[in-house]
């Protein structure tokens, strides 16, 4: 069920107290502490616990926004230039060690990598049916992490064996970025050994959404031969294009057929804490994509007008392209096509566009609670379009091209987008790359992965004003990790 991931919070309550000679007659127990001593005793606690390791992908909310805002598909926007200061420093590529964004986006990854890592310390501790499937969603999930911290920040310190302690912390340094992937490789083939092809709990890991990590990894290497061969299984799987584009996006639309991963969020435990509003099960990037003061008998619930789309990418998808409509939502248009619903709003004061995420935009009767906080869209992470268009650049860029799987992956993309098959792609070598680059774009707009795209594939310089090659690539390693651990910064900042 959708709610799984709600179950069990963690590892806040799991002692750290290390086994120095003089606690030896101390039971931790009588202060009411769970300890690995006490608490891996069943089944359930191991299953508990792998829940617990899933929450921090809850909390990684602004990456998603990171990924375009930080690029020409859209701006921070917000009521003025201090409003989510973090998201326009991004924007405007200002960007500072102290950004809280990607503080929040280190201390999640490396929550998470912990939790992981807990689970590893404690494996061998008890036998039960099922366990090697568990581990292999609990090895996905570092991997997952790992790779968002790469992604972001590039060369990171690297942990595997058991959880990173406050005694730990000048005793790592940053791991090169190289040997961060041949952990995140080896830990998705170990998952995908194990790891079932379904689950009847949705969200949790399958032995897709591994094979799917694992053909994204091998891409962003440059290894198009093992990305091509890895990403062919899943596009053997059970897994199709849905047949309406906008469906996907919508509540009814969750785990489908096209979802190969999709982060799982919540309203069916409200969330009240404005000291920590991305740490609840609700997903805060929709309240801030929304419209300020919206009202009105529209769909549509208000939110802070921050994310907006650019002209630019709006003027980029061509005549007949359904996608457009169902990523970029144009208040007025909307607004004067539907007069009934009595649309009232404040234009976005600071960077306003008009133009609006329809693919996450706030939805009445989505929430709970304290409104803002408890929006249950799910992050459509990995699906199957994104499995074909990899594919399809993988098997163009291998040392030997595939062109004719490359143009049929793409135009699969490409045909469920515009209706018909009268779009279809032609092109070779280079100029099919550019295709599948810019179609990754209109595909997968305000999902999160543009920046990446950009910069793995060299042309964030061309397209992202501000950018600087050789600094920007990464983001800065938050100065609070600097200040405590020691760890080098990243050029430039």
């Not at 489908?256 to 920590?276: A, C, H, K, M, R």
Request: aromatic fraction near 12%; glycine fraction near 8%; charge should be negative.
């Amino acid at each position: 069920m959708k709610n799984f991931i709600i179950t069990f919070a963690l590892l806040s309550g799991i002692s750290l107290l290390s086994a120095c000679s003089k606690f030896v007659d101390y039971d931790p127990v009588e202060d009411y502490q769970i300890t690995a001593d006490v608490y891996f005793t069943t089944p359930d606690d191991y299953q508990k616990m792998v829940v617990g390791t899933y929450s921090p992908l809850q909390w990684m909310w602004a990456n998603v926004v990171i990924g375009d805002v930080a690029t020409d598909n859209s701006v921070s926007g917000g009521e003025n230039a201090t409003d989510q200061v973090g998201f326009q420093q991004i924007d405007d590529y200002t960007i500072v060690a102290n950004n809280s964004y990607l503080e929040e986006a280190w201390k999640s990854c490396f929550e998470g990598i912990n939790r992981a890592n807990y689970l590893h310390e404690n494996k061998a501790k008890l036998e039960f049916n099922g366990k090697d499937a568990l581990y292999g969603e609990v090895y996905f999930l570092r991997a997952y992490y790992y790779f968002e911290l790469v992604r972001l920040f590039g060369d990171v310190p690297l942990f595997t064996e058991k959880r990173l302690t406050a005694s730990d912390s000048k005793q790592l340094q940053r791991a090169p970025k190289a040997d961060v992937y041949k952990q995140i490789e080896a830990d998705l083939n170990s998952a995908i050994t194990v790891l079932p092809t379904s689950n009847p709990q949705k969200g949790r890991i399958t032995k897709y959404a591994a094979q799917a990590l694992l053909g994204k990894v091998l891409l962003y290497q440059g290894k198009f031969e093992q990305s091509a061969t890895m990403l062919e299984n899943v596009i053997a799987g059970p897994f199709n294009l849905v047949a309406d584009f906008g469906s996907i996006f919508l509540q009814t639309g969750e785990n489908g057929p096209e979802s190969v991963f999709e982060i799982q969020y919540s309203n069916l435990s409200p969330f009240y804490d404005w000291t920590n509003p991305g740490r609840g099960q609700g997903n805060l990037a929709v309240q801030v994509s929304g419209i300020r003061n919206l009202t009105g008998t529209s769909p549509y619930g208000q939110g802070w007008s921050t994310n907006l789309p650019t002209k630019n990418l709006a003027d980029a998808f061509t005549a007949g392209d359904k996608r457009k409509a169902v990523t970029i939502l144009d208040i007025e248009a909307y607004k004067s096509a539907n007069p009934g619903f009595g649309i009232t709003y404040t234009v976005a004061p600071y960077k306003n566009t008009g133009l609006y995420n329809q693919k996450y935009h706030p939805r009445k009767g989505e929430t709970s609670g304290q409104v803002e906080l408890n929006y249950l869209n799910n992050f459509r992470t990995i699906r199957f379009a994104d499995v074909l268009l990899m594919a399809a650049e993988a098997h163009n860029r291998k040392a030997t091209p595939d062109v004719t799987k490359a143009q049929t992956y793409l135009n699969r993309v490409r045909a469920r987008a515009f209706g018909d098959n009268n779009h279809n792609i032609t092109l070779t070598g280079a100029q099919l790359t550019d295709a599948i680059w810019e179609e990754r774009r209109l595909e997968f707009a305000m999902e999160g992965d543009r920046f990446f795209d950009l910069v793995r594939t060299g042309k964030a310089a061309q397209k992202i004003t501000g950018f600087v090659t050789g600094k920007n690539e990464v983001f800065p390693i938050p100065q609070r990790e600097i200040d405590i651990s020691g760890l080098t910064q990243n050029q430039g900042y």
